[in-house]
């Protein structure tokens, strides 16, 4: 049975984010915000809302092994899986300057993150813990990253990069509506999600962390996987990578600055080995993104496996 509701509460946080985004993007556009901005703030939080509904009903669940199982495994399935299977389906130009300052930014919140975890290494203290306090400073960087994206999407609307159309899509009524219901399936799916998940993870013995690395972060990360698939598909680079890397950067400064802010997060050590690894795949998107500013089909499979030997690494780990 609880395989049947933690499957219910991921067609509920996709079908929400979905139409969450859907009436958010037609709202921001008939009040003639930049699509831009629109892309880089309401898609990007609209693929992260399962993540984020999820790690902050687990941090008030007191299931810190969830909340950050569920932050570092959606970005490694983000910047693995979601621009691989992206890349090996259609090459991606990375032709946004925009796009090529995401990426750092996503490998600045990693670091952030490590540091701010880092606890014990760092001060001698008994136990990591990411507090109320840390979780301020992940918001404020938070702040910052928005006000960059405010500031790219004013200079590309004074430059004339953006046509507004404010009688796009649905009626205003409509779009409330898609907005409002896709944010009440948001959160209750993801309850339940995260019941049935902790209900799985100890009937198999499986720690809270490794389900919200595996079962909870694939899960959560559909929306991103589809989006991006989509968008590459309809020759849109840009929106594919810049979706996985700016829900890579939500994750971290908004999803887990959010949890923390509600409650204090005690970490599993071995959280510490995915941080690494994630921040390595992130320089090596890097990289790839640099060279030749293209993310080719090769790369995407090298992508894709490197996701594929985290994932038996983590199961033998368990």
Same mark, same amino acid.
């Given at each position: 049975?609880?395989?049947?509701?933690?499957?219910?509460?991921?067609?509920?946080?996709?079908?929400?984010?979905?139409?969450?985004?859907?009436?958010?993007?037609?709202?921001?556009?008939?009040?003639?915000?930049?699509?831009?901005?629109?892309?880089?703030?309401?898609?990007?939080?609209?693929?992260?809302?399962?993540?984020? #509904?999820?790690?902050?009903?687990?941090?008030?669940?007191?299931?810190?092994?969830?909340? /950050?199982?569920?932050?570092?495994?959606?970005?490694?399935?983000?910047?693995?899986?979601?621009?691989?299977?992206?890349?090996?389906?259609?090459?991606?130009?990375?032709?946004?300057?925009?796009?090529?300052?995401?990426?750092?930014?996503?490998?600045?919140?990693?670091?952030? /993150?490590?540091?701010?975890?880092?606890?014990?290494?760092?001060?001698?203290?008994?136990?990591?813990?990411?507090?109320?306090?840390?979780?301020?400073?992940?918001?404020?960087?938070?702040?910052?990253?928005?006000?960059?994206?405010?500031?790219?999407?004013?200079?590309?609307?004074?430059?004339?990069?953006?046509?507004?159309?404010?009688?796009?899509?649905?009626?205003?009524?409509?779009?409330? /509506?898609?907005?409002?219901?896709?944010?009440?399936?948001?959160?209750?799916?993801?309850?339940?999600?995260?019941?049935?998940?902790?209900?799985?993870?100890?009937?198999?013995?499986?720690?809270?962390?490794?389900?919200?690395? #595996?079962?909870?972060?694939?899960?959560?990360?559909?929306?991103?996987?589809?989006?991006?698939?989509?968008?590459?598909?309809?020759?849109?680079?840009?929106?594919?990578?810049?979706?996985?890397?700016? !829900?890579?950067?939500?994750?971290?400064?908004?999803?887990?600055?959010?949890?923390?802010?509600?409650?204090?997060?005690?970490?599993?050590?071995?959280?510490?080995?995915?941080?690494?690894?994630?921040?390595?795949?992130?320089? /090596?998107?890097?990289?790839? !993104?640099? #060279?030749?500013?293209?993310?080719?089909?090769?790369?995407?499979?090298?992508?894709?496996?490197?996701?594929?030997?985290?994932?038996?690494?983590?199961?033998?780990?368990?």
């Amino acid at each position: 049975m609880s395989y049947i509701i933690l499957i219910a509460g991921f067609v509920l946080l996709i079908k929400g984010a979905d139409y969450f985004v859907e009436g958010a993007s037609n709202i921001a556009i008939k009040l003639n915000v930049s699509p831009l901005l629109v892309g880089l703030t309401i898609v990007a939080l609209g693929t992260s809302s399962p993540e984020a #509904t999820v790690s902050i009903l687990a941090a008030l669940d007191d299931n810190a092994g969830m909340v /950050l199982g569920n932050i570092v495994g959606s970005n490694l399935f983000n910047i693995t899986m979601v621009l691989g299977v992206t890349a090996m389906i259609t090459p991606l130009t990375v032709k946004s300057e925009t796009i090529r300052k995401e990426i750092p930014f996503s490998l600045l919140a990693a670091v952030v /993150l490590l540091i701010l975890m880092a606890d014990v290494f760092l001060n001698g203290a008994v136990e990591n813990i990411v507090s109320r306090g840390d979780g301020l400073i992940i918001l404020l960087f938070f702040s910052v990253f928005l006000y960059y994206v405010f500031e790219m999407a004013m200079k590309n609307r004074s430059e004339g990069g953006d046509a507004v159309d404010t009688d796009v899509g649905a009626p205003w009524g409509k779009n409330a /509506l898609y907005t409002a219901g896709g944010l009440a399936a948001i959160i209750f799916g993801g309850r339940l999600v995260v019941d049935s998940a902790t209900e799985i993870a100890l009937s198999l013995g499986m720690s809270e962390t490794l389900v919200g690395l #595996t079962i909870v972060a694939i899960g959560t990360s559909l929306p991103e996987l589809i989006t991006s698939v989509t968008a590459a598909m309809k020759n849109q680079g840009d929106i594919a990578i810049g979706n996985a890397v700016g !829900s890579s950067i939500f994750n971290i400064f908004f999803v887990a600055g959010s949890a923390a802010s509600v409650a204090p997060l005690t970490l599993d050590a071995k959280i510490f080995t995915d941080m690494w690894i994630m921040i390595l795949l992130t320089v /090596l998107l890097l990289i790839f !993104s640099r #060279t030749r500013y293209n993310i080719g089909r090769g790369e995407g499979f090298v992508l894709v496996f490197a996701y594929i030997i985290y994932m038996i690494f983590i199961i033998i780990r368990n």
